[in-house]
């Protein structure tokens, strides 16, 4: 799945121009950035085939129990990459997140649904223009080509991971606030649990994730920088709603751009008492905030 990022990015990404999807199947294309990825081991014969057959191009290929049709479709998209980089492709029958692409310095990882899987070379040659491009036309190949094929994913209901939610911080409870917002503003009926996240100190990061939100799981996660005294309540609680707005308010295209946070999301956001004062204390407190 896509998380969503609560640091107010630009409302529309580019190059994930993907058509809405009808009421009863929600499906999102994710991206996500790395700098460095650990490949898969690949055994010496497979490289000198596959090296033969592409040279310049890298793929990560493990034999061991992948399908002939991923493997197949992996050299299809490869084909159509730019020398120098290595691609590893996996086949998923996920039902919300149909393609998925990790970009990083010299790879691509991606994650995209069976149906693909006897795809004609058109639109393999799509999926490697979106895949390194982000290209618009592609994007749109893709966006048909899934709305034909609904009927491939699959229609029963997700099931709900299992996981151990931590709602009650040191200093703040998530559960009471999540509450307190659901009756206020969501009439009771927002179905989404609500966690503190893993405890995560990179050495460096010029970004920070303070809210999330799950599609496929309905989870709201908060990091757990924001459990402290120095955090007001007001500011932890826009936090909250916003990332109870994604699951109100469905991911859309826009202008040929696909948006997280659409007009009417933004629209509702600004009425949250506070929304102003919680902004500028956001601006006023990233760098410490970022040291953790």
Known sequence: ????DSRLPPACLGGDEIQPPPPDTQLEFAFATAREASPRHVPVSSRQELRARNPGRNLQVSVAERSLEEIQLELGVLSHMPSGKILGLKLTENRHTIISVQRGRDFYRV??????????????????RYVVHNDARASAQLSEFIESN???????????????????????????IFDRLNRRYFGGKHEARITWGPQRRPAQQRSIKVGSYSLEDRLIRVHPVLDSETVPGYFLEWIVFHEMLHGKHTIREVGGRRCFHPPEFSREERLFPGYGRARLWEKANLDRLLAG
Not at 123 to 128: I, T
């Open 1 to 4: 799945m896509a998380d969503h």
């Open 111 to 128: 994650r995209v649904h069976g149906m693909f899987a006897e795809a004609e070379p058109r639109l393999v040659r799509a999926l490697a």
């Open 150 to 176: 609904q009927h491939l994913i699959r229609k029963q209901p997700p099931q709900v991971r299992r996981m151990v939610l931590r709602t009650r911080g040191q200093v703040h409870d998530l559960a009471a």
